[in-house]
């Protein structure tokens, strides 16, 4: 007898999530057990919904496309659900004859997903999490997918930056990378330099205190000596109090907003030193850009989505599909899969270690750069470059 | 006898500008009469510095990066040359041996191009402007090198913004486009659609005046329809007094700085209307972007480099070389080549006229975009799309 699988997307998207999506599609095309993969039509609600839409009944040159189709092309959202929600769905599962439960998301969805396995543990229902978030803070796995493809993007972008602020040079420039309480795609940005004096000049993480003073201090000393200064920060830096650098611009009921952490920056950089600056927040730019999407970043995703129905057919549940890097003899990159435990990985928060970090906190450790290279899936594009040049006579 | 050429570029960069410089140097090696080009390092004051690069010392294939070397490679600057300054200009370029003077750049650039020509009248000294600005700015011209690339950035970006925004529809998010006064790249965003309901669902030019609660009843009644709405805008939107609708941040003795137009509606809307919103500022990242440079426009920033040069030698100055495009049977791209009296350029500002915006001034017209789409050379990506399938049941 043949099953139906049920793949749930949740919170924010990636440039490779629907590659996991294809990477599902592909393993049940090869598997007799399988009849139907559903997409849930817009998150975990349409659980509830009961939106489910056959996804295998589409061509496969189409379906293709989900390789290089930003976001999530079945939708996604952050819907809270209830206690009463988790119990009515095992019987929606059993109605549309699904076996096989795959939620794909980052730290919040991982808790759903154990809540939907505990809910479905009397059940042949089988539930296992695909890892994602660009701000790659789930815990146990040596990254996430869409990590390699936003680290890509801040990298690939700040080396053209750099190439514009290296030829004006006029003006200090802020740029802000997404990753409110991880720094791991600010940390990225340092890929770009191909010598030590290319950008980004400074990189500020949220995982350590912003001081101000030292900031400016910095920004002086460069300016002095460059003219143009790119600065990489997180959209997510707090003081010595743990408080965001950023005045609440106001407050709902619901939330406090705050301002643009790259715009207070560049502001402060123009107020106290009188240099010229400005910002750039790609923001959402970032986690959608399929023209930075890494190689690597898509087959790895691929693959969380293969394995992930692979480990469900086998038996497995309340697991989530985790990376492994393997100590190599010739130190080149190589992972293998293991199905973690969701407990493990529910609601943890990981964040840059020390050892990644230098000492004044304002840029990232080669050890860094060694673990995070092979992730951005080959090296960018050649520049010329006469700086050499530049102050010739 | 041979003689020898000198490119100087000026203000802002573009993904092409290094495509111009590779267009005068292929021109030159093409051409027994001319020795050696020279590259102004550091823009126009490098001219006085008499700091000039030998470009030809350095092998073809270190050379051809500079088609995909964004910003400039031999720098820019925003000097203000004195007359002072011109006067000495003719001397410096007859110790050097230079007879083709070409200017790289804007509306600024070409001034100085105009009054360069002028001191160098006297001379057997040939001044030539090859045009180039994100902004498009520039008079005559049909469209000038850069903006293609900068069309075909905010375009692609724009694209998969909206595929983000649409995949998780719980929030307006408000792009901004560069282009302080002229609103071509803003409105080069609607090349994204390729559906009439996809992004961007609203776009703000900096030609009209932006009317507050016109912009607040539009974005409620698509929020209410699509829950994720896209909004492009420029980042110089003034209001009806003609002033920027971003308060002053502060004033420094020689500027006024505003904050950012994006992140100013992004909080009107959440303050207003009680929606979710959030801002993107790509900034610089999308006007030294190689990843969405344009085919064409790379293709013709090189035409144009080269074309400037076989002006000079043909014994043309005072001009800038222009596009103008052809009327065709089939309605295909096609354009020419012709030199522009560089006085009728000189600090003219062209702008969006009104047959290509829309009467509530809030999109663009099919004849802007009919206008725009060859310039972006080919089209985006495919994205597979479920959305009709969004709200099923």
Redesign the interface.
Known sequence: MAFNVLVI?G???TAVM?ASLYGVLEEAKRNKEIDKVY?A???SQAIL???F?DLLQ?PEE??K??L???????????YALTEEDYRTMPAIFKKYNIRYVLLNGGNGTMDTCGRIYQACKEEDIRVVGIPKTIDNDIAITDHTPGYGSAARYIA??TA??G????????HV?I?EAMGRNAGWITAASALARKQPQDAPHLIYLPEYPFHEEEFLEDVKRLHEEKGGVVVVVSEGLKNEKGEPIVPP??Q?GRAT?Y??VS?HLA?LV??RL?IKA????????G??????QSPVDQDEARMAGREALKAAVRGESGVMIGFIRDETPDDSYQIHVESIPIERVMMYERVMPDVYVNERRNDVTEEFVKWCRPLIGGKL??????SD??Y??
Chains 1, 2 share one sequence.
């Open positions: 997307h919170g924010g998207p629907n997409g039509m817009g998150g919904r009961e939106r839409l589409f189409k379906l496309l989900l290089q189709t930003p976001a999530t092309a079945i939708g996604s959202s952050r690939a972008t053209e930056v190439e514009d602020v290296k030829s004006l040079p006029i420039c740029i611009v106001f709902t907003y301002g643009d715009s502001n123009i107020k009188g400005r910002s750039e927040k790609p923001g959402i730019c986690r959608a850009s399929i023209a930075w594009r050649d520049f010329i470059d006469f040049y530049y010739m006579q």
